[in-house]
């Protein structure tokens, strides 16, 4: 699974490719269904299968100050698509220059440049300056072009903006059943006050960084190592009112593990919400709090299957 930058030459068994146009974020049910279409059509026609994405994301280009709301690093991005099967993840560098091209030049950009010979989009897709292109001006510029219907639920199309609501409101089963998978943050454990370990129970802790802030509390989690351990343990997951200052963090306690993780890379799934942050009066309420939410996430990911 190859990385590829739009500003830099595409290599030569790279060219002539079916691209999954999009952003992708998430990589969630739906866009599945277009990733998939591509790169079964790329297969069918004997071409290599690319599929785009946008860094930084276009939102933070047009609306600077957004709250931070990814779903998923470029990292998570590439491993999600090299496992459905593309050949590499291109990553269109989305700077003011790019925003500015008109449909006939972005086409020219994806032929010529980037030697693209048909694309996949989902219906809504829109390029080029002022949003001006749509799945038919593909066509019209002379790219073959195809638009992979929107998948739905009982509640309607399957989108970001209805993972994160979800995520926002501490409902992993409706993020993970979106998704097709738990959401996860994967960060590098970094060095804290280690006051966790002073009272038995250690955590890794992970700077939020650029990911959409579920709600704050307790979660059930799981945590995968890059060696594919998988260790089951619970998390706090915001600002630990119950210390001074207050640091925002996610903060997973691995069951029956005595490893240092420190400045390693490890991925953390929310499997399930336990309860919202609170505040305590002293160390003993705080420690025989942390031992009910231990006991409940052993519970409960005790008859929940891992999902990679």
């Known amino acids: 699974m190859e990385r590829l930058l739009s500003s830099a030459p595409i290599p030569a068994h790279l060219r002539g490719s079916v691209m999954a146009l999009g952003n992708f974020d998430g990589f969630h049910a739906g866009h599945q269904a277009v990733v998939g279409r591509a790169i079964d059509r790329a297969r069918a026609e004997g071409r290599p299968a690319i599929v785009a994405t946008f860094d930084p994301h276009p939102m933070r280009l047009f609306q600077p100050g957004t709250p931070s709301f990814r779903l998923t690093t470029l990292d998570q991005r590439q491993a999600l698509f090299g496992k459905a099967g593309a050949d590499a993840m291109l990553i269109f560098q989305f700077t003011p220059q790019l925003a500015a091209l008109d449909p006939a030049a972005y086409v020219r950009l994806l032929t010529e440049d980037l030697g693209v010979a048909a694309v996949v989009t989902g219906e809504d897709f829109t390029f080029g300056k002022g949003r001006s292109g749509t799945i038919a001006s593909f066509g019209e510029l002379g790219l073959p072009a195809e638009a992979v219907a929107p998948v739905t639920d009982g509640e309607g199309v399957i989108s970001s903006s209805r993972i994160r609501d979800a995520l926002r409101a501490g409902d992993c089963a409706a993020a993970t059943r979106l998704l097709t998978r738990p959401f996860a943050i994967e960060g590098v454990v970094q060095h804290g006050d280690k006051l966790g370990r002073t009272i038995g129970f250690p955590t890794a802790n992970i700077d939020l960084g650029p990911y959409v ?96």
């Open 213 to 308: 802030r579920p709600a704050y509390g307790i979660y059930a989690v799981r945590g995968l190592l890059s060696d594919g351990r998988v260790l089951d343990g619970a998390a706090n997951l915001g600002i630990r009112p119950s210390f001074d200052p207050p640091k925002e963090l996610l903060e997973p306690h691995f069951f029956d593990f005595a490893e240092s993780l420190y400045d390693k890379r490890i991925e953390v799934q929310l499997i399930q919400y336990l309860r919202p942050e609170a505040k305590y009066d002293g160390l003993d309420p705080l420690i025989a709090q942390i031992a009910q939410d231990c006991a409940d996430a052993r519970q409960i990911l005790a008859g929940t299957p891992h999902v990679a």
